[in-house]
């Protein structure tokens, strides 16, 4: 059987080892899963932006709703997570506007090396 998804982030996992067909356990399509995980990584970017500027309280705000997304059994609808995608990547553009990627200084007041997007 061809695996269309995988998920291994709760107690109810398939068979104690990760959900991997068309559905989890829980009910969250292969769709939802896969938009889970680009959240994470869209996440994973802002966190690491915002670290490197001055994160707001609406960035903060954003992160929140964004962790709250993926957590089991909250949100399997494809287009909110899709949305909330966007929003997170919108925020983390805000920043790279702001401060040019290759003119974040460090603590120290020197250019430091991105790797962010
Ligand atoms: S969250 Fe759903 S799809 Fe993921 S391991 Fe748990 S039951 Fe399976």
């Known amino acids: 059987m061809e695996k269309q998804m995988f998920c291994f982030q709760c107690e109810q996992t398939m068979g104690g ?6 559905a989890g356990v ?3 399509s292969a769709p939802a899963a896969k938009l889970q995980d680009e959240l994470t ?3 994973i970017g802002l966190a690491r ?3 490197a500027n001055a994160p707001t309280s609406k960035t903060n705000r954003i992160i929140l709703e ?4 993926t ?3 909250v ?6 997570i899709q949305l909330m995608i966007d929003k997170v990547n919108a925020e983390k553009m805000l920043f790279l506007q702001i401060v040019p990627p290759t003119m974040m200084l460090n603590k120290f007041g020197t250019t ?3 790797s962010v997007l």
Do not use: E, Q, S, W
């Not at 080892?17 to 068309?22: A, D, K, P, V, W």
């Not at 949100?75 to 909110?80: I, S």
């Open 49 to 51: 932006t915002a670290t």
């Open 75 to 80: 949100n399997f609808d494809v287009a909110t």
């Open 41 to 43: 990584g869209a996440l």
């Open 71 to 73: 957590i089991t059994n």
């Open 112 to 114: 430091m090396k991105t």
């Open 17 to 22: 080892t990760g959900c991997t067909g068309r």
């Open 66 to 69: 964004g962790l709250f997304t």
């Open 26 to 28: 829980c009910g969250k």
